[in-house]
């Protein structure tokens, strides 16, 4: 990044680009790509197959069969909720405190980062929060309890909730969370959460969803997404929540 007298900085803070900006290979394949067949996904083009196919082998699941694209994050998340309550009946979905999953309507009522702050419209009864599992300034803190001890507390948080929805009558069908939160606070969760979390929601044949839009694509690292982090992909894997920890001595 360059400021208007020509100094050069990093760039720390781009958003959510994938490569930064002006590098020359980016910009030629963008050159290159505007010279081609523009088009949507409502007719067919080489390209868009040849690219599921390689987003496809990105994943550690190898079952994907379909791919939607989409123009924004935001579209994305809500194309996902309307798949979700068409294939569960279900409408209530459960998400983390602080999240942010996009500023359309349906995406800013299940965001508390936009309705729980000045000028949001406050939580709509079908949307059920949880505590973010938050190690660090969390309603469960690694200060006094170990890793393993923190998932299970905060797995715990998700089945408390699921049941008090379901006793007053509420069918849930996703639960919607950002594999790393981002505009929450760049915040990791214990390692086994989400594996506990999705087993208990799978059971219940509840929807799991990992918003990447943030974090897909190599930017958390290692990983191609960013819920990999958490065990190679292997999040399908059924996990016993044991008993209720007790803190450290």
């Not at 680009?17 to 030629?28: E, F, L, R, T």
């Not at 068409?86 to 009522?109: E, F, P, Q, R, S």
């Not at 309705?115 to 969390?138: A, C, I, L």
Request: charged share 20%; proline share 4%.
């Amino acid at each position: 990044m360059w400021d208007d007298e020509g100094n050069k900085y990093l760039d720390c803070i781009n958003n959510v680009a994938h490569v930064g900006h002006c590098h020359p290979h980016v910009i030629s394949q963008t050159c290159a790509q505007i010279g081609q067949l523009e088009t949507n996904s409502r007719f067919l083009h080489d390209n868009l197959v040849l690219y599921s196919k390689r987003i496809s082998e990105k994943m550690p699941h190898k079952s994907l069969e379909m791919t939607f694209y989409t123009n924004s994050g935001s579209e994305s998340n809500d194309l996902a909720i309307r798949i979700a309550r068409k294939a569960t009946n279900a409408y209530d979905i459960i998400i983390l405190d602080h999240a942010y999953h996009g500023h359309l309507t349906t995406l800013v009522d299940i965001s508390p980062y936009k309705f729980n702050h000045p000028g949001g419209e406050g939580q709509k009864e079908w949307v059920h929060m949880v505590p973010v599992p938050d190690s660090y300034r969390g309603k469960y803190r690694s200060s006094d309890y170990d890793e393993e001890q923190l998932a299970v507390l905060y797995a715990q948080e998700v089945i408390d909730a699921v049941e008090k929805a379901e006793a007053n009558g509420r069918r849930i069908c996703l639960f919607l969370a950002e594999s790393l939160q981002s505009c929450g606070g760049q915040i990791v969760y214990p390692r086994n959460y989400f594996r506990k979390v999705y087993a208990y929601l799978q059971s219940k044949g509840i929807l799991c969803l990992a918003d990447e839009v943030q974090t897909g694509f190599y930017r958390s690292g290692k990983t191609m997404w960013a819920f990999q982090i958490y065990g190679q992909g292997k999040l399908l894997l059924l996990y016993i929540l044991p008993k209720f920890p007790t803190k450290k001595n």
